[in-house]
């Protein structure tokens, strides 16, 4: 079992939809984390919030938004992705931002643009 | 920059056999190292960890010492499991970054009854 919990599990969408991943933690950490995973390679690092504020975006395409509306809550927006955005969606969290602390994932979102 | 070197696989064993996955780093001062591992399926666990020089991190029958001499943190059990078959990540922690993970690619490891 994971602490850190994501919805959905799978998403299917057009490359016209808007949807939401969402992400949820609540072992009081204060830092969290997108990451996007391709098959059979490293997830790589898209946004961090430090204390619900952005902190990094690792040059993201504006296609993907990331939100967090409060210390537990994670969300990324999408809309208008393309075939290439499908992956795995990893969500992460670590309870401070600047300790050298691990990293906790959930299970991810699988994502198909069709 | 910050990098992490893994050996790359698959690596395929038969159960009980003794099992190493090579990992080496390169990084500014003193990163925290963690082996994670991925399962068909799901997201990244936290295998173990070791945050400083000559710490070594245990769990479920895996170790892994921090080398600095060797900038090496390489994975160890000594008799897998079929159970164990899934694909393992080594990383550091970026100390000035959020704790910014850079990850390894990642060795498969396949383990047959």
């Known amino acids: 079992d994971t602490e850190v919990t994501q919805t959905p599990k799978h998403l299917v969408m057009g490359m016209t939809n808007k949807k939401s991943l969402k992400c949820e933690q609540h072992?009081?950490?204060?830092?969290m984390y997108w990451y996007k995973q391709k098959a059979k390679k490293p997830p790589e690092l898209m946004f961090v919030?430090?204390?619900?504020?952005?902190?990094i975006n690792e040059s993201v395409p504006s296609r993907f938004s990331p939100e967090c509306p409060n210390s537990s809550l994670l969300n990324l927006h999408l809309h208008a992705l393309q075939p290439e955005d499908s992956a795995l969606y990893l969500c992460?969290?670590?309870?401070?931002?600047?300790?050298?602390?691990?990293?906790?994932f959930g299970d991810g979102t699988r994502l198909s643009i069709l | 920059g910050n990098s992490v070197t893994q050996m790359e696989g698959p690596v395929t064993l038969s159960e009980e056999a003794f099992l190493t996955i090579n990992c080496t780093y390169t990084?500014?001062?003193?990163?925290?190292l963690f082996w994670y591992v991925q399962y068909p399926g799901e997201g990244l666990q936290l295998l173990l960890k070791?945050?400083?020089?000559?710490d070594k991190g245990s769990n479920k029958g895996f170790e892994a010492t921090y080398r600095k001499e060797t900038t090496s943190f390489h994975l160890e059990k000594g008799s897998v499991q079929v159970s164990d078959s899934a694909v393992y990540f080594c990383?550091?922690?970026?100390?000035?970054?959020?704790?910014?993970?850079?990850f390894g690619a990642g060795t498969r490891l396949a383990v047959h009854p």
């Open positions: 992460a969290s670590s309870q401070d931002p600047g300790a050298g602390q691990p990293q906790h």
């Open positions: 072992m009081g950490h204060r830092a």
């Open positions: 919030y430090s204390y619900e504020k952005l902190s």
């Open positions: 990084a500014t001062g003193y990163p925290s």
């Open positions: 070791a945050t400083k020089a000559d």
């Open positions: 990383a550091l922690c970026d100390l000035r970054g959020y704790n910014k993970l850079i």
